[in-house]
């Protein structure tokens, strides 16, 4: 069975330092990965995904993601984060060989970066 | 831009009523999802289509049920309300149905539905 943990509930940085958001999955078969950002009162956005090769990955509005297949994490990062980077960030992951993209989500970290 | 619509932002309903909650998507994907949201839970999946008329249990389906009568639109049913149905309930939708894909959910702004 796919499963996704994200360890923080919450996650505290202050403007201009670097974030990492923590994710570690697993899968019977290769992972497909994805994170996704909810600002408050809004749908998930999506923000990057790992399907294969390079294991960073870059997406939206600045942020990157390093696949570790060893110690089966992904987790999400950005050099500078940014107020208005604030918001709940979801992991979801999915087994290549599973059948209709069902997706796995993990519980969320929420990102408080304070000016 | 791919969107996806919800019908209702909000709503508020008593036990016992029957609920509908309608998505749409432009897109023209042949996938389509609903998950309901709650805190520390994260997402978990209700149901999924892959195709009209076509539909599959996800992890949590029990008092729910769908309906995809045309492509564009999934229709969550709660046919009888209860309290611990009081969500945030989130529709997506995706493009291929091969098993394959390396396609991503699209997801629509949520409703957010609370049962008196």
């Known amino acids: 069975a796919q499963s996704v943990a994200q360890p923080e509930d919450q996650v505290n940085v202050a403007e201009g330092n670097p974030l990492t958001v923590k994710c570690t999955y697993s899968?019977?078969?290769?992972?497909?990965l994805f994170w996704y950002v909810q600002y408050p009162n809004r749908g998930l956005q999506f923000l990057l995904k790992?399907?294969?090769?390079?294991?960073l990955v870059k997406g939206s509005y600045g942020f990157e993601a390093e696949f570790n297949k060893s110690q089966t994490s992904f987790h999400l990062k950005k050099p500078s984060a940014l107020v208005s980077d604030s918001a709940l960030y979801f992991c979801?992951?999915?087994?290549?060989?599973?059948?209709?993209?069902?997706?796995?989500f993990g519980t969320g970290t929420r990102l408080l970066v304070s000016p | 831009d791919v969107k996806v619509t919800q019908s209702s932002r909000y709503l508020v309903k008593r036990t016992g009523e029957k609920v509908f909650l309608e998505c749409v998507q432009d897109m023209d994907h042949e996938n389509m999802f609903w998950y309901r949201q709650d805190p520390g839970l994260g997402l978990r999946l209700i149901y999924f289509s892959y195709d009209v008329k076509m539909k599959e249990k996800g992890d949590i389906p029990e008092g729910y049920s769908v309906s995809r009568e045309k492509k564009e639109r999934f229709s969550l049913i709660l046919e009888s309300a209860s309290t611990n149905q009081t969500s945030m309930y989130l529709c997506?939708?995706?493009?291929?149905?091969?098993?394959?894909?390396?396609?991503?959910?699209?997801f629509g702004p949520g409703t957010r539905l609370l049962v008196l």
């Open positions: 979801a992951v999915r087994d290549a060989y599973t059948g209709f993209q069902k997706l796995v």
């Open positions: 997506a939708s995706s493009l291929s149905s091969d098993l394959t894909s390396k396609e991503t959910q699209y």
């Open positions: 790992y399907i294969t090769g390079d294991n």
């Open positions: 899968v019977s078969g290769n992972p497909y």
